[in-house]
């Protein structure tokens, strides 16, 4: 071996040492995040209700715009690190962005001024938020769902920009132990928002809660800091997202008299690609906004406030379950599921069926949206019954158990339907295309919110009139809420009808064969990251 052979053989191994050491960096990079937006959002309806005195329906269209807000962005941010700044920078810049979110948030509970004074006798003679409390919670809200922008969509991809240079064979291995750690480390976050964080604000209050956020947010934002000269940053590539600019530009150049065509036909042509994916792009759309209802009936629940006024203590202990935390149920179905749904619960199938083709990703897909109806309908029966058992018993002895069933159909949900999204997007799309794969899920949850936010004045409206409460009331008591679940398990089971159709009518070009072919797991081509982050997506 000559002595530039060896001296690149050299260099290429510190560069895989190097890619490997900071690959935990970055993952945790987005841990932090998930950590921070799910305690905060687990708990925030009661934040809101205790601290600044809103109303129910307030609160909950107040989160509805934060999580559009959340969805929506990354889809910019996406745009931004492939075309203009790169991945590197948009994390780092949307990392600060949620630091500054959170600190903000930490200090209204610290600082009296910027939250109306308690209620004074508890409940009655409430004061007003402020305007200018009111923006300072709502720029909290938003530098943090401006930092979701570009970690939850860049992190992964990121991440893989660190053994890009690597050979196929032993990229491909990485790769697996990559997604793996990262599924792993997604559900860590949510599981510990929900039980650690959550417990410390309820017992030790907002300020430690919040002061404990916004450590841990901060923490990694300066370590990320600190390892950026290591990184490898990847240049921009305009890639698909100008496939639409060249369409409309050629559109504009057909217009043009003839005597002006023969000078622009070079710089208005678009490549065959660029048609395709555009083509490709479209073709998803009908299943896309079938499925968008999926999102809406997962974050419509308002089992926070249920699981307040029930028995949260488990058995005959003392210890009570914060009532933010009562989503764990969901969580950890989601995190039991998808771990272990191709290295068991496929292999089981296939034995009691006798087919290698269990299921197809549509039928998955399918399968999570019947499952998000079935958890409506549970939920407006829980909810009769509490309501039923309230005004039997005057003081509310149900346990808050009764809500795990509707949180485990809801993971059961996103573990069939938002990871069998992202695999189907990536099947039908160009590899090309990756970064657009995870904006879409990522626009389906702002849509749903705007959905649920319109839907929820709505039925407040007509249901409120002539000085009856509306079903959405202040007073889970005076409310209707059984009645707001039935009717968007109604609804959704029309969309199921709706997503049928689609799933018949629209035949979608595969891009990626292997991927359909292995639909039920086993696929012989390695999956890129696009379509194994879905874990990350179903808040």
Request: glycine share 8%; proline share 3%; hydrophobic share 45%.
């Amino acid at each position: 071996m000559d002595e530039g052979a060896r001296e690149e053989q050299q260099q290429a191994h510190v560069l895989e040492k190097k890619g490997l050491r900071l690959i935990p960096v970055i993952i945790a990079n987005e841990v932090s995040e998930r950590i921070v937006s799910a305690s905060v959002g687990a708990n925030l309806i009661i934040y809101l209700t205790t601290k600044y005195h809103l109303g129910a329906a307030s609160s909950a269209i107040i989160i509805f715009v934060y999580i559009a807000a959340a969805n929506f962005l990354p889809v910019c941010g996406a745009i931004v690190s492939d075309a203009l700044l790169g991945r590197f920078l948009v994390v780092t810049l949307t990392l600060f962005s949620c630091t500054i979110g959170t600190i903000l948030l930490c200090l209204t509970s610290v600082i009296p001024r910027l939250t109306p004074p308690d209620c004074t006798p508890p409940n009655q003679g409430c004061t007003s938020s402020t305007p200018v409390q009111l923006f300072v919670l709502y720029a909290s809200l938003g530098f943090m769902a401006l930092g979701a922008s570009g970690v939850r969509p860049c992190c992964l991809a990121f991440a893989e920009d660190q053994i890009a240079h690597w050979d196929n064979a032993r990229k491909d291995r990485a790769l697996r132990g990559l997604f793996s750690w990262y599924y792993v480390s997604v559900g860590f976050s949510q599981i510990v928002a929900v039980t650690v964080l959550v417990y410390f604000q309820d017992k030790m209050g907002w300020k430690v809660g919040f002061m404990v956020s916004a450590a841990i947010i901060a923490s990694v934002t300066l370590l990320n800091l600190a390892v950026a000269p290591f990184y490898v940053k990847a240049k921009p590539q305009t890639g698909m997202f100008l496939n639409k600019a060249c369409m409309v530009r050629t559109r504009v150049c057909s217009s043009t008299n003839n005597e002006e065509s023969d000078n622009t036909s070079s710089r208005c042509t678009c490549t065959v690609e660029q048609v395709e994916n555009l083509k490709a792009a479209l073709s998803v759309m009908p299943m896309w906004s079938a499925m968008v209802m999926t999102f809406l009936l997962q974050s419509s629940s308002f089992g926070v406030l249920q699981a307040a006024t029930m028995d949260r203590h488990i058995g005959t202990t003392r210890f009570q379950i914060p009532a933010g935390s009562i989503s764990i149920f969901e969580i950890m179905t989601f995190t039991v599921w998808s771990g272990c749904y191709d290295s068991y619960i496929l292999p089981l199938l296939r034995r009691v069926t006798g087919r290698q083709r269990v299921v197809t990703l549509k039928q998955r897909m399918g399968i999570g949206l019947f499952l998000t109806v079935v958890s409506m309908a549970v939920a407006s029966a829980v909810e009769a019954r509490r309501r039923e058992a309230t005004a039997r018993q005057g003081a509310l002895r149900m346990s808050s158990m009764w809500l795990a069933p509707q949180y485990v159909l809801m993971g059961l949900a996103g573990a069939f339907g938002n990871i069998a999204q992202i695999e189907f997007y990536y099947a039908v799309l160009p590899k090309s295309m990756g970064s657009f794969v995870l904006a879409l899920l990522f626009f389906g949850g702002g849509v749903a919110s705007i959905m649920g936010t319109v839907i929820l004045k709505f039925v407040n409206v007509v249901t409120g009139g002539g000085g009856v409460a509306p079903w959405i009331s202040d007073d889970l008591n005076l409310g209707r809420y059984d009645c707001y679940y039935r009717l968007l398990a109604v609804l959704g089971a029309v969309d199921l009808v709706y997503f049928v159709v689609c799933a018949y009518v629209f035949n979608e070009t595969m891009q990626n064969m292997t991927l359909e072919a292995g639909a039920d797991g086993e696929a012989e081509e390695t999956l890129s990251f696009e379509a194994s982050s879905a874990s990350a997506c179903p808040n």
